[in-house]
């Protein structure tokens, strides 16, 4: 076995501290954000529906709404992150969204509940592109899937931990006068407040600032980074230029920006629907379940996709990230979903959706490893940010089309099928991406040859 030479150790310690100390704090601010975004559907089927006398229509429109503010404000909030720094400005999303969050308790009519939604967006604008561009000026492009895997992890996890949460708070009715779903409003919003202060002290902006770092780990990072960054500035190639109008006329960040959609489009439906499928069983099925019931039942996909996330995010690093890292979870998605439409049992339609949620959740953290390849500076926050737009249409598209077209033809299929028509699409998306080329990615770090385009 060969000793690691004295580069190799000081790589294996900076890159083991950032992991350590960064990404689990970033990824409970993305838990903590993905819970505030998603409360809305426990609280519907759980009483807030009914107080409010939702149709799914207007509930869709609900949960979407979210998704136009956070547009409106995407790429400036980004563009700000990269200006300010990423202590100041994710810290001052955490305020703003958990005090938005935090009025839901009193909501009390359908305009407000649209009107809550939309700010929470605009509050909360910029957090997850900057999130990952924050980690991604951390870390090289050799270790930026695995960093964001474990970043990603943070998703599916609120779903498993955060619906149980939900079920126990919402079922603490009568607690400060309070119905059960305003309940778990209250109790849900006010971390963010409070990690949003740490933040402020916790965070730093880049590796040379980091004292946690030995002098020999920050000067490896830094040089890293910066020769990293020098190369695809330095690229003869016309899309590689670091400037802002370059991440707006790539057409690669458009195509990503499309792969993107697909997969955002998917998760959503889920994220937002499945409590109140849940809750559909109860009549399909003749069977009655608690909330506590419900809450389970929609956190058994995420356990298992967060499983799947881990271990396809260190195949990828390991190996090297190719096409079928991100085009092969989309087909399986694509053909698992309408699959569930047919299952003859609550267990059965679960397991199926479980199946769909591991494709979502290994695909996206390899996906977002791949714009960083060919964008840096400015170009990286807004190209970031252009992507993530692209799925926060796909976020208010799919929450609304899903309970319009409910409401229009009576049950779930249409809408189902028509998420497995877009993940579909973006397999053949990333497909032709590929074959294109320009996506290509450094060795990994226990190989030394040259990797080929993303293939």
């Not at 807004?382 to 992507?387: C, E, F, M, P, T």
């Not at 737009?389 to 799919?398: H, M, R, Y």
Request: hydrophobic share 55%; aromatic share 14%; net charge positive.
């Amino acid at each position: 076995m060969v000793a690691d030479t004295p580069s190799a150790a000081v790589e294996r310690t900076a890159i083991k501290k950032v992991s350590v100390r960064l990404v689990p704090f970033v990824a409970l601010m993305f838990f903590v954000n993905y819970l505030d975004r998603t409360a809305v559907s426990f609280a519907e089927p759980n009483g807030m529906g009914q107080d409010l006398a939702l149709t799914a229509a207007q509930f869709g429109f609900a949960s979407g709404i979210f998704f136009l503010g956070y547009i409106v404000l995407e790429v400036p909030s980004n563009m700000a992150l990269h200006r300010f720094g990423a202590r100041r400005w994710l810290a001052r999303i955490m305020v703003t969204w958990g005090i938005v969050s935090l009025l839901f308790t009193w909501v009390d009519s359908t305009g407000q509940l649209y009107t809550l939604r939309f700010l929470l967006g605009v509050a909360e604008a910029g957090f997850f592109p900057g999130a990952i561009l924050f980690l991604s000026q951390w870390v090289p492009s050799r270790h930026r899937t695995k960093i964001l895997g474990l970043f990603y992890l943070a998703q599916p996890l609120t779903t498993v931990l955060g619906a149980p949460l939900a079920g126990w708070l919402i079922g603490h009715h009568g607690l400060f006068g309070l119905e059960g779903w305003r309940v778990m409003f209250l109790f849900v919003s006010v971390p963010a407040i409070l990690l949003g202060v740490i933040a402020w002290f916790y965070l730093i902006d880049k590796p040379a600032d980091a004292k946690w770092l030995t002098p020999a780990e920050r000067d490896w990072l830094t040089e890293e980074l910066a020769a990293e960054n020098a190369q695809k500035t330095g690229q003869d190639d016309k899309h590689a230029k670091g400037d802002l109008k370059k991440a707006f006329t790539n057409g690669r960040v458009w195509v990503l920006a499309m792969v993107y959609f697909g997969f955002v489009y998917g998760l959503y439906a889920l994220a937002f629907f499945l409590p109140t499928i849940i809750d559909g069983f109860q009549e399909q099925y003749d069977t009655t379940f608690s909330v506590m019931d419900k809450a389970w039942i929609t956190a058994i996909p995420y356990l298992p996709a967060a499983i799947v996330l881990f271990f396809w995010t260190r195949h990828a690093t390991k190996h090297g990230t190719r096409v079928w890292h991100v085009a092969g979870p989309a087909v399986v998605g694509g053909v698992s979903i309408p699959l569930a439409l047919y299952m003859g049992s609550p267990a059965a339609t679960v397991a199926v959706i479980t199946v769909t949620a591991c494709s979502i959740f290994a695909a996206l953290p390899v996906f977002w490893s791949v714009p960083s390849r060919f964008l840096t500076g400015a170009a990286a926050a807004a190209g970031i940010a252009l992507i993530n737009t692209a799925g926060n249409v796909a976020g208010f598209a799919s929450s609304y089309i899903t309970g319009w077209l409910k409401d229009w033809t009576g049950d779930y299929y249409v809408p189902l099928y028509l998420v497995g028509f877009f993940m579909l699409l973006s397999a053949v998306l990333m497909i032709r991406l590929s074959a294109r080329g320009g996506t290509a990615e450094p060795a990994p770090a226990a190989e030394n040859k040259p990797m080929e385009a993303l293939r």
